[in-house]
């Protein structure tokens, strides 16, 4: 015979059955989605530029291991000169920042990369007295000391806007524009140690129009892909490529990569570890800046047709483009929205043959504008920008673990109460994370610094107390186990209340 007793226990057991299968499923969602699934959290700024005198324009490369090296320009009192500082993995700070560039001339438009040893190699511009000379000095890994600066480029005419990339094996090739004459074409040299020695630069673009803007990507194997923009017959500029297949020593002729018949700008290129590219650039539809892309499964010797990846309607701008070594590729750039500039991404998961529909990073109601990507492992993914917060320009990231399929909250990096711009990210192979930008304290620019751990799928590293309003995946697993306990000692209580002794 059954009681009002025995009925009420068993219904209070299913009720609590459900519950308690009802939060495990809560959470373990929690625990799994890719917005909560990425970087575990970034670390207070900390500044890496003396104050005193203006610094900006700060560039970072990390190596496999999480060590870091940042350049960026800085006025001497005289002239602006390019500084450095070294962030070693595990280490409790930055470096103290040492000159690179020799003092009295200006120094600018530095950039820099590491090879898979930590070997760091850093481009700049300097005027020599009469014109401006590509140069380039290298860290050796572990060492403190940059060498005495190096002059890439041939004197005699001007030489700008250099770039720099440094694969796993120790090669690294530099590109830059350089006048000769009548016009600006495309120079390169490629180092096999690591930047100790550089080869005769070589023309990479025809000499019949200017070409402008070089961007270069190398892999393990020498596999190097530049791409730049040139004036083309009717007028408009084209994005074209070249390749080469021995650490930028020689480089194939140039392939035009976008159509000629409106303008196409501000290309960018990412490699896989198998030679397969992805560049992105801006072109103009008639109306409007639309981002595109076109793909090489044969490491730049031929091109798909482009394809669109930003919507029309409205302008967008400044892409960016990363790939990793299993052909995941994230684009990210701004476009206006009919109120502000938001940045938007899309991602490919077969090296640029297909792309996901654009999704939106940044909060709408206020201006976010030039972003930058980062990646690592295989799929995921961290973006970096700057947006107005209503008084001041504010540096802000979001991350990815699926490939840029999904993005988590954005997260404030620099501090309020003055302008923070041009963020720059970059992400060692055990998954540490980056970012570097300059900010306007009441008397000069400064650069600053945050580091953020490996969580999911990073490999290694330190995971670091979550800034963002989500949890990581660590820390969800936490709260179920604390959660599962508490409602497992609340429902034991509340049933020897009501007078059941066990629940068993």
Do not use: C, K
């Amino acid at each position: 015979m059954t009681t009002a007793a025995g009925f009420s226990n068993r219904r209070l057991r299913r009720v609590f059955s459900g519950v308690t299968g009802a939060l495990v499923i809560f959470l373990a969602v929690i625990a799994t989605s890719p917005a909560y699934a990425v970087f575990a959290g970034w670390s207070t700024p900390v500044n890496l530029s003396v104050s005193g005198r203006d610094a900006v324009d700060p560039q970072v490369a990390v190596d496999d291991s999480g060590n870091a090296v940042a350049v960026w320009r800085r006025f001497d009192g005289s002239n602006t000169v390019i500084q450095s500082s070294r962030l070693t993995a595990g280490g409790v700070g930055w470096s103290t920042p040492v000159d690179l560039s020799v003092a009295g001339e200006d120094a600018d438009l530095q950039q820099v990369s590491m090879d898979g040893s930590g070997n760091a190699v850093a481009v700049w511009q300097r005027f020599d007295g009469s014109n401006t000379v590509i140069q380039s000095s290298r860290l050796a890994a572990g060492g403190v000391n940059w060498s005495t600066p190096e002059n890439l480029s041939l004197p005699g005419q001007y030489a700008y806007n250099p770039h720099v990339a440094a694969d796993g094996s120790g090669n690294a090739v530099a590109i830059w524009q350089r006048y000769d004459g009548d016009h600006y074409v495309i120079q390169s040299s490629g180092s096999s140690d690591s930047g100790m020695s550089w080869s005769t630069p070589e023309t990479l673009s025809a000499s019949d129009q200017s070409a402008d803007n070089p961007r270069v990507a190398i892999i393990d194997s020498g596999i190097a892909v530049a791409v730049w923009w040139q004036a083309a017959e009717l007028g408009n500029q084209i994005v074209q490529s070249s390749r080469s297949t021995d650490g930028g020593i020689t480089w194939l002729s140039p392939v035009g990569l976008s159509a000629s018949d409106q303008h196409a700008i501000e290309p960018q290129v990412g490699l896989d570890a198998s030679g397969n590219a992805v560049v992105v650039w801006r072109r103009s539809n008639g109306s409007n800046n639309i981002v595109q892309s076109s793909r090489s499964a044969d490491g730049g010797v031929s091109w798909s047709t482009p394809v669109n990846l930003s919507a029309s309607g409205q302008d967008a701008d400044h892409p960016q483009v990363a790939v990793d070594g299993s052909g995941n590729a994230v684009a990210v750039w701004h476009r206006e929205n009919g109120s502000n500039t938001i940045v938007q991404s899309s991602r490919s998961a077969d090296v640029g043959v297909s792309w996901t529909t654009p999704v939106n990073l940044s909060v709408s109601g206020r201006s976010a504008l030039y972003p930058q990507v980062a990646v690592y492992g295989s799929g995921n993914a961290v973006a970096v920008w700057y947006r107005f917060d209503g008084r001041n320009n504010i540096v802000q990231s979001s991350g990815s673990s699926d490939g840029g399929a999904s993005w988590s909250t954005p997260v404030n990096l620099s501090a309020s109460g003055q302008f923070a711009e041009n963020p720059q990210v970059a992400v060692g192979g055990s998954g540490n994370a980056v970012a570097v930008w300059h900010r306007g304290p009441p008397n000069n620019n400064i650069v600053q610094s945050s580091f953020s751990g490996a969580s999911n799928g990073g490999g290694g590293g330190e995971e670091l107390a979550n800034t963002g309003p989500g949890v990581s995946v660590n820390d969800a697993t936490l709260v179920a186990s604390a959660g599962l306990l508490a409602l497992g000692l609340l429902t034991r209580v509340f049933m020897r209340r009501r007078g059941v002794a066990d629940l068993r």
